[in-house]
Nanobody
Framework: QVQLVESGGGLVQAGDSLRLSCAAS????????MGWFRQAPGKEREFVASINWRGTSTYYTDSVKGRFTISRDYAKTTLYLQMNSLKPEDTAVYYC???????????WGQGTQVTVSS
């Protein structure tokens, strides 16, 4: 079964760091673009960051540029999101996604909660 499983969320204070991981169940995901999305309470899910299948291009939403870094480990079939200088407005459920076109992912993880207190 094709799966994406996120981990690494938690409760932190403003200014702290967290690293999210997304473990893919098969090496098939090494051929997909992958990304992170988030959904805050009462808001629509939004794009956070993506990385192409080769790992050569990354994209970030403006609000996280310079603070978040997306990366992938092909040997471990794992996607990461290093989040530094966290702010309360980063509080959301973070979802991992994968697909030929990551803006319209075909695969989603179950989400991991990130809560940043002020």
């Amino acid at each position: 079964q094709v799966q994406l499983v996120e981990s690494g969320g938690g409760l932190v204070q403003a200014g702290d760091s967290l690293r999210l991981s997304c473990a893919a169940s098969t090496r098939t995901f090494n051929n997909y673009a992958m990304g992170w999305f988030r959904q805050a309470p009462g808001k629509e899910r939004e794009f956070v960051a993506s990385i192409n299948w080769r790992g050569t291009s990354t994209y970030y939403t403006d609000s996280v540029k310079g603070r978040f870094t997306i990366s992938r480990d092909y040997a471990k079939t794992t996607l990461y999101l290093q989040m530094n200088s966290l702010k309360p407005e980063d509080t959301a459920v973070y979802y991992c996604a994968a697909g030929v076109d990551v803006t319209h992912p075909g695969y989603w993880g179950q989400g991991t909660q990130v809560t940043v207190s002020s």
